[in-house]
């Protein structure tokens, strides 16, 4: 069965008319060929895979758990279907869950990238840090970066609940929860020497790199085109969502993608 709309023909879907775009944290995101979606398989899903169990949130998250868990599921699983390297794929999770926030929200989503710092444990002191420290100075570039989303005082990473694959992947001797990252900006710790609480964060955004990094974004029609497939594919909750995707190529290929739902251990 063939979808009633493809994402060449509808312009309101597509990332070129977003402002925010941008280069994967990876380059292995970025497939050789562009793709398009050319058909949903299997029955449609109700609901995400919910955790078993959930902290308690300092503050109203700007969006359910059960949206931001699904949003998470239809992106990873679109970059796990082109052996993306997508523990490392924080500008295509920013700017993927911004369009998303945008067009189905409504939201004013920002894709923004810097330094960034979690503490993912308190007795243990672990603290995921994407920056360098020059003379005690913190700095990002376009090798040492992270990248998240602002949006109504809020920052979004719905990349957090792949932050254990990515202490695995960058070699860490410690692995973070799965969890759920919402923040009000206002909370976040003033320095990255002063985080005391597991969900502590500092942010150090870095406008010239975010520039960069989303001119280059631009560049690859086929990062945009995976993007487009991540808004095809979504539905905002409680509509249901197809479970399996097929994609093809323009060299006739079909890939099949099925829905990677993650359930998270609570919220930072």
Request: hydrophobic share 40%; aromatic share 8%; glycine share 4%.
């Amino acid at each position: 069965m063939r979808l009633s709309r493809s994402l060449e023909s509808h312009e309101h879907d597509r990332i070129q008319a977003a402002p925010h775009p941008h280069s994967f944290c990876e380059s292995r995101c970025a497939p050789k060929r562009q793709s398009r979606i050319v058909a949903g398989h299997g029955r449609s899903l109700a609901r995400s895979a919910l955790p078993a169990k959930t902290n308690p949130m300092k503050t109203k998250p700007l969006i359910p758990l059960l949206d931001y868990l699904r949003i998470h599921a239809v992106i990873r699983s679109v970059l796990d279907s082109v052996d993306a390297h997508t523990a490392h794929a924080c500008m295509f999770f920013s700017i993927a869950g911004a369009a998303i926030l945008r067009e189905f929200y409504k939201k004013d989503a920002v894709q923004l990238a810097g330094a960034a710092f979690f503490l993912v444990n308190k007795q243990q002191r672990n603290v995921i840090s994407f920056a360098t420290l020059t003379e005690g100075q913190v700095q990002s570039s376009d090798t040492s970066f992270h990248a998240w989303i602002q949006c109504d005082e809020y920052v979004i990473d719905f990349m957090a609940p792949m932050f254990p694959e990515a202490c695995t992947s960058a070699g860490h001797p410690f692995i973070a929860p799965r969890r759920m990252f919402q923040k009000k900006w206002a909370d976040m710790a003033p320095s990255h020497e002063h985080l005391d609480q597991e969900g502590d964060f500092h942010l150090v955004p870095n406008p010239e790199l975010t520039v960069n990094l989303r001119q280059s974004f631009l560049k690859k029609p086929a990062g945009a085109d995976l993007v487009n497939v991540c808004l095809h594919w979504y539905r905002k909750p409680p509509k249901s969502i197809l479970p399996e995707l097929r994609m093809q190529n323009d060299l006739g290929e079909v890939t099949r993608i099925k829905l990677n739902n993650s359930a998270v251990s609570g919220t930072w």
